[in-house]
């Protein structure tokens, strides 16, 4: 048998026993009805009947208020257990998006760096494609070897270039990932915060 059935059971006995026993009080009233030497009894004993009457009903609606109380609980208890699971997935959600975002970041700086790199690279390339310019413009001329140098220097330069644009676009990428991670993450903390405000709540009326 279950909890909820014994409760039931019990309730169907008692109610049981109260007919019986209202059928006996007006067996008893109806053998005192006319008997004017128990009249007095007779006033005595419906003044019980019905105190006993208004006992049983104040009974039955406190235990009434009892079972919707106590089923009020087990839903607000219920509804606690759903928001603390929430709330436990949620902070899951906010620990991996601080991770996501701290990997980007570090992305972010390493991509910094080799667009510095480039940068620089590129700069110095320049200088000695400028100072060979130069010696030509002064008619100095280039031999073989210096012009294969000056070619290599050009697609060196060509190369660090197309990398570090593809630096600069990747740093562009990663920065509105992040925006979109810090966007998350915000989201996820306000629910957070909601939903502990509701496990107060609901913790609050049980």
Request: contains cysteine.
């Amino acid at each position: 048998m279950t909890d909820t059935a014994k409760p039931d059971a019990t309730l169907g006995a008692e109610h049981t026993a109260f007919e019986q026993l209202e059928r006996d009080f007006q067996q008893v009233l109806e053998e005192l009805v006319g008997d004017s030497s128990l009249e007095r009894f007779r006033v005595e004993y419906e003044k019980i009947h019905r105190a006993l009457k208004k006992s049983h009903e104040s009974e039955k609606r406190l235990i009434k208020k009892c079972r919707e109380l106590n089923a009020e609980i087990v839903a607000n208890a219920a509804k606690v257990q759903t928001a603390l699971k929430l709330s436990e997935e949620d902070q899951n959600t906010i620990q991996a998006l601080k991770k996501e975002i701290e990997k980007a970041w570090k992305m972010v700086d390493a991509s910094h760096e080799k667009e510095a790199r480039a940068k620089e690279t590129i700069q110095q390339l320049k200088l000695e494609i400028a100072n060979l310019t130069r010696l030509v413009e002064q008619g100095a001329g280039l031999g073989l070897g210096e012009e294969a140098t000056v070619n290599e220097l050009l697609r060196q330069k060509e190369e660090l270039t197309r990398e570090r644009d593809m630096q600069v676009d990747q740093i562009v990428s990663l920065r509105s990932e992040l925006v979109e991670l810090q966007d998350k993450l915000r989201a996820a903390e306000s629910e957070k915060l909601e939903l502990e405000g509701e496990i107060q709540g609901l913790k609050d009326n049980i």
